[in-house]
């Protein structure tokens, strides 16, 4: 069973219920040797499906309730940057390691009440810092095919679980690329929405202008049902939008299982396919570009002149937030506060023995973060890059006018393999060179699995869409994973 | 080596002036947080000293992993409303700013506050100055932003707690420019900036609890000097008196620093009031680096001009416009008027009084607000509010004094009797035996006997001496028990003296 429609057809013909698949998703769990869960929440998810179990019977005959409950029943992992109120949250950071939150973030509370099971909490970076999960206090998640390789980060553990089906569909979060990398690199679909779509109120900030909440999973069609289950206003977070959300799983519904490429207009930006990509994923995207064109589709070739400053930019800003971010784990009101910080001789004392957990990317990122703020570097550090932000954002709007999507390789490679670049924080950063232009410009964005290398690692082709766009992205998802 | 000072050469005989800037932080009025849902305000006569420690949070004001700060509208309308009030221009488009500082009152590790987009633009105050309030001076105010307060810590021997439920709780600060020279200028200023925020409803005014905070900026410079010399800011001074004592301190202390030779640090400083000093808290060098930037999680606050426009129009007489009326109205001085109408509570109290009693009566019941009831409520330390006295009990007094019923003096012992016991007023004055005496027949004798009685005093006015007059009228006064008429018994004391 690879779709939500499939889960929702078995449990209606009885062959299959909530609790059945609820508890061989959490057998497979226990044996799996991926390092993907940091915490399980395996009782509450016995007790939610036992309760289904139940309502199906006895409240809806026997039949799933697709409309009010487009989830019920389905096992999801949710990343560990997100909170589930009493169920520990780490963030993979050893300071966060005995957190409880007192509160559930709006995402998960949508995917609930849509009838999804949370199984547990899913490994990630530190702080979702990171290209390759290396940089988890509870140690690297391992890809799900090959354990030599990475599987991707910031959100691994989400891409490891839902490829190695672990869990039927996961959340993760993405900042720069920490869902579209992970998804490529494991081979699942991955989306990030546009900024604003889903409230961000329950994410762990990293980067807040950037930070956005989206599905992994192992279909087009249902990343599009739980974005849409999880877009909308959230009262609790002001940047979140009330543009109106269209029913997104039904127009890839709508589309079939050969859908033409007809009136579609492609975008393929010139600086997005450059030298150091691997010839075997450039080859895999321009044979996918070729399919989509003798499917019906229009190849535009566009310009982002601006894709050459998206790295630094991308780095000056998101270690500026990240450090005003991180100021809060302080070992004051939560958290980690080791018996060391108790004996300490006064305040400054306190805070250094308190935030020394953090990790060495981490603490890179937060001094950083705060030379790019203080005072006399950050007009020439933090304001310039929020200008040339601007401008890229101008860039899309431009290419936009003659495009309905745009495509490109998600990574310039494939997954590499454990330590390959852990020595090298720069070389890392540039993993994530053609995801980071659509969050700087807050698009929705996915990674679409379109094949594999010779050595048989998943390969995934970006799409990028104008913002609030989500319907055209769904669409053209669904043509590259129909015609692959 | 001579000694130089703000750009000009200082000696012992040098005048100084002071520069005195101030900020002060307002807490608003709302019933929520900032940008949260817990409590703002306490309900009634609730205290923060009775509310249990960290009862009043949530997971946003404490900062918890994953919140967001949502903006509480009524604050916003708040500082507009006193933005108005103050004549400054108000921004449509402000922004809010993280500003960083590691501390454990601080939750999130920064405060969230308004840098080079606040809400208000310049303004400005006017002070009334002089005995009578016969000079005024205009001060500008810089800027007006919306900021959130911190929690407290509490410190113990050995450790230290801390308490958020005033974390969160909306503030906004008002900053003047360098422009008062004294620290009776500033008292003045926050007299008539806390009459302001009080009276348009946007501060409840408790002192005592922190409502209305201020920190001065002051510098001393020789008088005629062009530039300012190193300023010093005196943190947290909640008591206008303090201020003032603080100010005046301070200059002294900069001006013996100065002219010892050495050089001023610039500092904050904290007010020991009990020991009417400052003391060094932190040093510029010390001094952290907030490294501001725009609150990527509250977009920028955008206004409509039609909603300021509303905002304007139910924004209730400010004291000043208050006084102006009185002075028009009901013929009260500039000095009396301003008096009246600096308190919401005391404009109120006033006009319902002269609603009873008529506009005739206007200026007495003034005159007894602005002198014995002051007097009662100081001694006393008690907001009029919470008094005895009712608009209608002073109604009828002046009604009395009007009628020449009692005297001033008797008035007087109304106020007191009331002030302590409350009751009616026509039964205060029979049972005090109040009732002046109005009837020259009663008086007559009564002058007799003073007349007969000091025999010096009369031949010393009659040779000339006119002064001792007030000495017979105060004896006559005296024996007829506070209750003769004081015109009737000074016109019949002149004829027989002069007869």
Request: charged share 25%.
């Amino acid at each position: 069973m690879r779709t939500i429609r499939e889960i929702h057809d078995a449990f209606d013909s009885g062959r299959e219920t909530p609790l059945s698949l609820t508890e061989r998703y959490l057998g497979k769990i226990a044996k799996s040797p991926h390092n993907a869960w940091i915490t399980l929440c395996g009782e509450r998810a016995l007790r939610q499906a036992e309760e289904q179990n139940l309502k199906l019977k006895s409240k809806h005959g026997g039949r799933v309730p697709r409309e009010a409950e487009p989830l019920f029943g389905i096992p999801l992992g949710i990343k560990d940057n997100l909170v589930i109120e009493n169920i520990r949250t780490t963030c993979a950071s050893r300071i966060l390691d005995s957190y409880l939150p007192p509160y559930t973030a709006t995402a998960v509370l949508r995917l609930e009440t849509a009838g999804a099971i949370p199984l547990g909490k899913l490994n990630l970076d530190e702080f979702a810092m990171g290209s390759s999960n290396e940089n988890s206090a509870y140690g690297p998640v391992l890809h799900p095919t090959h354990p030599d390789r990475v599987p991707g980060g910031s959100s691994g553990g989400s891409g490891a679980a839902v490829a190695a089906d672990l869990c039927f569909a996961a959340l993760g979060t993405d900042t720069g690329g920490s869902i579209r990398l992970p998804a490529s690199f494991c081979g699942v679909v991955g989306m990030k929405p546009t900024y604003g779509r889903i409230s961000r109120y329950g994410q762990i900030a990293f980067a807040s202008s950037l930070d956005q909440i989206g599905p992994m999973t192992r279909s087009v069609e249902d990343a599009a049902v739980l974005a849409q289950v999880m877009s909308g206003v959230d009262s609790m977070d002001s940047t979140s939008s009330d543009q109106p959300v269209e029913d997104w799983g039904a127009i890839v519904r709508a589309l079939g299982d050969s859908p033409s490429a007809k009136g579609l207009r492609v975008g393929v930006p010139a600086e997005y396919f450059i030298d150091g990509i691997d010839p075997e994923v450039r080859s895999a995207i321009e044979a996918r570009i070729e399919t989509l064109h003798a499917q019906g589709a229009a190849i535009v070739p566009v310009s982002l002149p601006h894709t050459r400053f998206a790295v630094s930019t991308y780095y000056l800003i998101a270690v500026s937030e990240a450090s005003s971010n991180l100021s809060r784990f302080d070992g004051v009101r939560f958290g980690l506060r080791p018996a060391d910080a108790m004996r300490s001789g006064g305040l400054r004392e306190f805070y250094q023995k308190v935030r020394a957990n953090f990790g060495p990317e981490v603490k890179r990122r937060i001094i950083l973060g705060n030379f790019a703020l203080s005072s006399g570097y950050c007009e020439d550090y933090f304001q310039k890059a929020a200008k040339v932000r601007r401008l890229m954002r101008m860039d899309f709007e431009n290419a936009f006018r003659s495009v309905d999507v745009m495509v490109s390789p998600v990574a310039p490679t494939t997954a590499f393999r454990l330590g390959e670049k852990s020595k090298n924080p720069l070389q890392m950063y540039l993993t994530d060179i053609f995801t980071i232009p659509a969050s700087l410009a807050g698009l929705p964005a996915m990674s679409v699995p379109v094949g594999t290398d010779s050595g048989g690692l998943p390969i995934g082709m970006q799409l990028i869409a104008p913002r609030f766009g989500e319907s055209s992205l769904f669409r053209a998802a669904r043509i590259v994973e129909a015609n692959t | 080596m001579s000694i130089r000072h703000a750009g000009m050469p200082v000696d012992v005989n040098t005048r100084f002036e002071t520069v005195i800037g101030l900020e002060v932080h307002v807490q608003l009025a709302t019933e929520s947080k900032i940008f949260s849902s817990s409590r703002a305000r306490l309900a009634g006569d609730q205290s923060v000293a009775d509310e249990a420690v960290n009862s009043n949070t949530d997971p946003v004001c404490a900062g918890h992993p994953g919140t967001l700060p949502v903006l509480n509208k009524k604050a916003v309308e708040y500082a507009v409303r006193a933005g108005i009030a103050l004549g400054c221009a108000i921004r449509l488009r402000s922004v809010f700013a993280r500003k960083h500082y590691f501390y454990p009152d601080s939750p999130k590790g920064y405060q969230i506050s308004q840098f080079d987009l606040p809400a208000c633009g310049p303004g400005q105050l006017e002070i009334e100055l002089g005995e009578e309030g016969e000079d005024s001076r205009t001060i500008r105010i810089e800027r007006i932003h919306l900021e959130e307060d911190a929690g407290k810590n509490v410190h113990f021997p050995s450790y230290s707690l801390v308490n958020l439920n005033r974390a969160g709780v909306p503030l906004i600060e008002i900053v003047s420019a360098p422009d008062m020279r004294t620290a009776a200028e500033a008292g003045a200023y926050l007299r008539k900036l806390y009459a302001i925020v009080t009276s348009i409803g946007v501060c409840d005014g408790n002192l005592e609890e922190g409502n209305f905070r201020c920190d001065a900026n002051v510098s001393i410079r020789p008088e005629g000097a062009q530039g300012f010399g190193t300023r010093v800011e005196i943190k947290n001074v909640n008591s206008f008196r303090f201020v003032e004592k603080a100010i005046e301190y301070e200059a002294e202390r900069q001006r013996q620093v100065i002219l010892s030779g050495d050089s001023l640090v610039q500092e904050t400083r904290l007010y020991d009031a009990q020991k009417n000093r400052t003391f060094s808290m932190r040093t510029k060098e010390e001094a952290e680096d907030y490294r501001y930037f725009p609150d990527p999680d509250l977009p920028p606050l955008e206004l409509s001009p039609d909603w300021v426009e509303s905002i304007r129009k139910t924004l209730p007489e400010l004291p000043d416009q208050k006084r102006d009326r009185f002075m028009q109205t009901f013929g009260l001085g500039r000095h009396e008027a301003a008096l009246i109408s600096s308190g919401a509570e005391t404009a109120r109290f006033f006009e319902e009084a002269v609603a009873l009693a008529g506009a005739g009566a206007a200026r007495t019941i003034a005159n007894l607000m602005n002198g014995e009831i002051l007097r009662l409520l100081n001694e006393e330390n008690i907001a009029l509010g919470e008094s005895r006295f009712t608009p209608a009990a002073l109604a009828a007094l002046a009604g009395f004094i009007a009628e020449k019923f009692v005297s001033s003096t008797g008035a007087k012992q109304v106020l007191g009797v009331l002030f302590r016991e409350g009751g009616e007023v026509s039964a205060i004055i029979d049972r005090e035996g109040l009732r002046q005496v109005s009837d020259s027949s009663a008086l007559e004798p009564v002058i007799d006997r003073v007349l007969e009685a000091n025999p010096k005093q009369v031949a010393e006015y009659r040779a000339g001496k006119e002064k001792v007059i007030g000495f017979l009228v105060g004896q006559t006064m005296k024996a007829s028990g506070g209750k003769a008429d004081p015109a009737l018994l000074q016109e019949i004391l002149l004829r027989k003296l002069k007869g």
